[in-house]
């Protein structure tokens, strides 16, 4: 296990992803809305994604030159989409949005958790 990103790339493509994903939270495309609605997150509770990603991103970004502070951060997203895959099948919303968006992220993060920082 290495405390800092190698490959380093990974990381930078999956802050960027998550960057925008944030960004995207404030004024969500209707997948978005339907995705958040659909799970029951009120609209008032929105704006707390946004921030969790965003110290997400900010803390990949800080890992490439702190030790650990990468790790944490892409493991913290991990919590974060397992949590989200609870919400979907707590609600019962488990269709595209689930499969793709969801488990998707959480595929992704967990391959750069793998790649970059355990083997």
């Keep these: 296990m290495t405390l800092l990103p190698d490959p380093w790339w990974p990381v930078a493509v999956m802050a960027f992803i998550v960057g925008v994903d944030g960004l995207l939270t404030f004024w969500p495309p209707k997948v978005i809305a339907d995705c958040l609605d ?70 992704l993060n967990v391959l750069v958790l793998v790649f970059c920082f355990l083997v």
């Design 38 to 107: 659909g799970v029951g997150l009120p609209r008032d509770w929105w704006w707390v994604l946004a921030v969790v990603k965003f110290l997400a991103v900010a803390g990949l970004i800080a890992g490439f030159w702190i030790p650990g502070v990468g790790l944490a951060a892409i493991v913290g997203l991990i919590v974060y989409f397992l949590t989200a895959a609870g919400a979907h099948l707590r609600a019962g919303y488990i269709g595209r949005d689930f499969w793709l968006n969801c488990l998707g992220m959480l595929v």
